[in-house]
């Protein structure tokens, strides 16, 4: 008997009056705003401006969640589309299912789209946005926990994970891949931050990292897991999805660090032009300030000009009068 284990929540949902509040949709709204505010810091410390992070996200993150349930729809239509099931249930996103390869493919398309009417490089907010999506999938996959759901291999380790008896699951004892891959994506948020920090990484590759990085854990985390799954060649289809996504990100690591080394000087041209124009209007300032400071000494010139001229004429003056100029006193 397991005397040492990580108890599960009795229930998915608390009850704030008559608004049920879902532990795993509050574990993805959580993680959506941590991602969206350390992009934002990161943003700025970029040299992009305050709130263009949230207002891309707009549009990433509602194609993100698309994206994410039809990934896991497709791969597991089984669950709504076969004898005895109700495909209405797939449209039941609070119940959990969330391919993270869907949600990252889709919200990448609408994050193109919020970006290029911002007129900003879509690799340069991915990179800045890198570290926070990792942090959100660490805090979302707590949403597992609450739905008791994608655990791993039946264990006796201290920090085993206890099921409940319920549908399609049995009482036991498991590993908590949830746990697990959560850490591994804090790791992995952690890792992106001391690379972008030691190698200055830019045009997508920050954002690269992470894909690899989490690709990399991911691999081995749904290897122990025991939920349903299609198998390609002896192996689960996300173990052959992370293969491949991580080659291509390490691929895209590689080619991009020869093409365009080092970071983008500028990565929102509506700021860099705000600074140009500041610089103008400076130059202008001290252009004015010039001329006015000259005007202010023209008139004691023209006066000393006018004094000069005159004296020569009173002397000739004096001279026609016939006047005899004094002599200075030696005495």
């Known amino acids: 008997m397991n005397l040492a284990f990580i108890p599960s929540p009795s229930t998915g949902v608390i009850e704030l009056g008559p608004i049920p509040l879902r532990g795993y949709a509050f574990c ?39 994206g994410g349930r039809l990934y896991h729809v497709i791969t597991d239509y089984q669950l709504y589309f076969s004898d005895g099931e109700n495909w209405v249930d797939a449209f039941k996103i609070w119940e959990g299912g969330l391919g993270i390869w869907g949600a990252i493919a889709l919200g990448a398309v609408g994050a193109w789209i919020g970006c290029r009417r911002r007129g900003i490089p879509l690799p340069a907010w991915a990179d800045a946005l890198a570290p926070g999506i990792a942090l959100a999938q660490a805090i979302g996959r707590w949403g597992n926990w609450f739905n008791q759901e994608l655990y791993g291999k039946p264990t006796d380790v201290p920090w085993a994970l206890e099921i409940s008896e319920g549908t399609n699951r049995v009482a036991g004892t498991y590993h908590p891949t949830f746990l697990y891959e959560s850490l591994w994506c804090v790791g992995v948020a952690v890792l992106v931050v001391w690379a972008d920090r030691r190698f200055k990484l830019g045009h997508g590759r920050a954002f690269a990292l992470y894909v690899a990085a989490y690709c990399a854990g991911r691999g081995w985390i749904e290897y122990m897991r025991v939920d349903e799954a299609h198998h390609v060649l002896g192996l689960r289809l996300n173990v052959w999805t992370a293969i491949i996504v991580f080659v291509l990100a390490v691929t895209y690591i590689v080619i991009s660090a ?74």
């Open 258 to 331: 020869k093409k365009r080394p080092g970071r983008e000087e500028i990565v929102e041209p509506a700021v860099a032009d705000l600074a140009k124009d500041g610089e103008k209007t400076t130059d202008a300032g001290s252009s004015t300030d010039a001329d006015a400071s000259a005007d202010a000494s023209s008139p004691d010139a023209d006066s000393s000009s006018e004094d000069g001229a005159g004296a020569p004429d009173a002397q000739a003056t004096g001279s026609e009068a016939g006047e005899t100029p004094q002599k200075a006193d030696r005495s």
């Open 28 to 66: 993805i709204i959580i993680g959506v705003f941590v991602a969206v505010w350390f992009g934002n810091k990161r943003w700025i410390a970029r040299g992009g401006k305050a709130g263009t992070v949230a207002d891309i996200a707009v549009w990433a993150v509602p194609f993100g969640l698309v």
